[in-house]
């Protein structure tokens, strides 16, 4: 299989009365996008703003965030649209680069996050560096907590799917190639390398905490092996309102991080041999049932190393130490990426759960530790519902308009698919 990208660097976002990309701007109608939202009959009303890096903007409640793309021959975002879909990851995709659809309005559920444009959120997280074309988007009055998390996610795509297509016209792009050859042909490749798997959790626990695969809830999955280019091509799509600061929204699934990196070193220093997607459920039967069937899938593909990204916290990281340490008494080398929750003192214990054999930890940071971000001159969204969200509280808002938050609340603050900006070190 091979997947071409071809990455359109977007400078600036302005409304237009036309839809065009004109010298790295994004021109785009504002009535059009809220024609294609209202389509669907659970919309009370939409609308569009936008955010730019540097301006004194705030962004609150954000639910998701979406890197535009589009299939020159076929269906961005498979199984959402189609039902005879095509397997993403070969093919020519479009992705505007430098910006993203990002979508609020009333929140749906407590753990929605911040994005602020300017001041010290820009240390914390990748989203203050890039232009977000808003929806404010609100539900009618019949439509309850699930349905308006749907809503919201199927808008947000669709208009990542638009606007994307936009770059149909744009001549001057950048192009990448991924090419992925067959379990067999990658096994013989690069035979003095070590060869290296990925186990990609992924959140699958209902109550608002969901991932979708080909528009399949991944509650009803096995793991599953995949490939880089289905991540990138828009095959997992978020669903989940899990804490803002670990949660992966779509963009950082079409962006992962720890792919990027793996596919980086591929044929220097190890031999990427794929991907196993695990979905993170609830029970503890199912958490031994999907470490039994990763474990099987990657003896399969002949790991001798393994990298284990987390999603959320507290009851996902059992699945994330049981995978380990099964891994490990099997012979194969693993390191696992997490957050910590160490209290506000960083004091507490950092992990709800852990094994002896978890002896290589990538940390990106205490999530509970607390930020004073200034007063912002605009809000998209509504301010006060940050008393609500993962990491704020009634006393978040400060009299003089500055916001105390944890860095929970910072949407992407500590990603752990590595598109982070906050780590930690060992003293």
Not at 221 to 242: K, R
Not at 265 to 284: A, Q, S, W
């Amino acid at each position: 299989m091979n997947l071409e990208l071809r990455k359109i660097n977007i400078k600036d976002i302005v409304f237009d009365t036309e839809n065009k990309i004109v010298d790295g701007v994004l021109h785009v109608n504002p009535k059009d996008l809220e024609e294609l939202v209202l389509e669907d009959s659970k919309v009370e009303s939409v609308s569009f703003d936008i955010a730019r890096p540097g301006e004194s903007t705030r962004i609150v409640p954000v639910k998701d965030v979406i890197e535009p793309r589009a299939k020159l021959d076929g269906e961005a975002f498979p199984g959402l649209y189609r039902e005879d879909m095509q397997e993403a990851g070969d093919g020519i995709t479009y992705c505007l680069k430098n910006m993203a659809i990002t979508t609020t309005g009333p929140i749906v559920g407590f753990q929605e996050g911040v994005i602020d444009m300017m001041g010290p959120m820009e240390d914390y997280t990748i989203y203050s560096h890039i232009n977000h074309l808003c929806m404010i988007i609100e539900k009618k009055d019949f439509v309850d907590q699930h349905d308006h998390e749907e809503v919201v996610r199927l808008a947000g795509i669709k208009v990542a799917k638009f606007v994307g297509e936009i770059g149909f016209d744009v001549e001057e792009y950048e192009t990448e190639t991924i090419e992925w050859k067959s379990i067999g042909e990658k096994y013989m490749e690069y035979p003095d390398l070590p060869k290296v798997v990925y186990v990609y959790n992924c959140m699958a626990q209902g109550l608002l905490h969901d991932t979708y695969f080909y528009g399949r809830d991944a509650k009803v999955m096995v793991p599953t092996m995949i490939t880089p280019g289905e991540v990138m091509d828009g095959a997992l799509i978020s669903g989940n309102c899990v804490s803002p600061g670990s949660k992966t929204t779509t963009y950082m699934h079409q962006n992962n991080a720890v792919i990027r990196e793996l596919l980086k070193v591929h044929g220097k220093e190890i031999n990427f041999m794929g991907i196993v997607l695990n979905p993170l459920m609830t029970t503890l039967k199912e958490k031994f049932r999907d470490r039994m069937l990763t474990v099987r899938e990657v003896k399969m593909l002949g790991a001798d190393g393994v990298v284990i990204s987390q999603e959320g916290f507290g009851n996902p990281t059992t699945d994330l130490m049981i995978v380990c340490q099964e891994l490990e008494n099997a012979g194969v080398k693993v390191v696992i990426i997490t957050n910590e929750d160490a209290g506000v003192d960083g004091m507490s214990e950092s992990l709800p759960d852990s094994v002896q054999e978890a002896n290589a930890i990538v940390s990106t940071g205490n999530s509970n530790a607390t930020v004073m971000l200034p007063a912002m001159e605009k809000t998209i969204g509504n301010l006060k519902e940050v008393e609500r969200v993962c990491g704020g509280n009634i006393t978040s808002i400060q009299d003089d308009g500055r916001l105390l938050l944890e860095i929970h609340g910072i949407m992407g603050s500590h990603n752990l698919q590595g598109n982070t900006k906050v780590g930690c070190v060992t003293l």
